[in-house]
């Protein structure tokens, strides 16, 4: 499985990003996706998840509120859409997906900058 984001940029605060995650290769196992995100000098931390189908969704509580994760299974893409930044939501957003059947294999993309100017 491969994962590729899209979407990331530079964006005043107060605006808005849409993220995409590109899915492809033998897909049918994953039940998990989600979006990571990493400042620098920090540890990289779960930004939103959508388990199992129909999907159950967790945030960040920095987050809650102004971002919406979505999935459409039909075309293998996950979505971040991302309103409302701030200059603390600038990081390297990964794209995360985990099968359900074991041994649980886990896949992650190579990151999108996010950088939200004062």
């Known amino acids: 499985v491969q994962l590729v984001e899209s979407g990331g940029g530079l964006v005043q605060a107060g605006g808005s990003l849409r993220l995409s995650c590109a899915a492809s290769?033998?897909?049918?196992?994953?039940?998990?996706m989600a979006w990571y995100r990493q400042a620098p000098g920090k540890e990289r931390e779960l930004v939103a998840r959508?388990?199992?189908?129909?999907?159950?969704?967790n945030y960040a509580d920095s987050v809650k509120g102004r971002f919406t994760i979505s999935r459409d299974n039909a075309k293998n893409t996950m979505a971040l859409q991302m309103n409302s930044l701030k200059p603390e939501d600038t990081a390297l957003y990964y794209c995360?997906?985990?099968?359900?059947?074991?041994?649980?294999?886990?896949?992650w993309g190579q990151g999108t900058q996010v950088t939200v100017s004062s």
């Open positions: 995360y997906a985990r099968e359900f059947l074991a041994p649980f294999q886990e896949y």
């Open positions: 290769g033998n897909t049918f196992a994953i039940n998990t």
């Open positions: 959508l388990s199992g189908s129909p999907g159950s969704t």
